[in-house]
């Protein structure tokens, strides 16, 4: 079983909304802290939100507002539900533990937000 699966990415115009999903193994989701991160072209891979095992939420300040981040525990799916997207949106969104794994990024989703 592939570790962690993301999907759901697009294009999108400004203002649109997306909702992400990231499969993960019922080892990792049960065990870590989960996390979205992106990675727009040209540039370093940054961090957009997290969800703890008891559900709390934390977000960088360039989404807050705008991105939600939720889990679904029997589906060992995490979601990023994206709303109002910018331009600056647009890059490939990748789920991870924010610490304490070692593996490898999954494959990521592709986010465009253009007219």
């Known amino acids: 079983q592939v570790p962690l699966v993301e999907s759901g990415g697009g294009l999108v115009q400004p203002g649109g909304s997306l909702r992400l999903s990231c499969a993960a193994s019922r080892s990792i989701f049960s065990a870590y802290t989960m996390a979205w991160y992106r990675q727009a072209p040209g540039k370093q891979r940054n961090w957009v939100a997290s969800i703890t095992k008891y559900g709390f939420t934390t977000y960088a300040d360039s989404v807050k507002g705008r991105f939600s981040i939720s889990t679904d525990n029997a589906k060992n799916t995490v979601y990023l539900q994206m709303n109002s997207l910018k331009p600056e949106d647009t890059a490939v969104y990748y789920c991870?533990?924010?610490?304490?794994?070692?593996?490898?990024w999954g494959q990521g989703t592709q986010v465009t937000v253009s007219s």
């Open positions: 991870r533990p924010p610490s304490g794994y070692t593996g490898s």
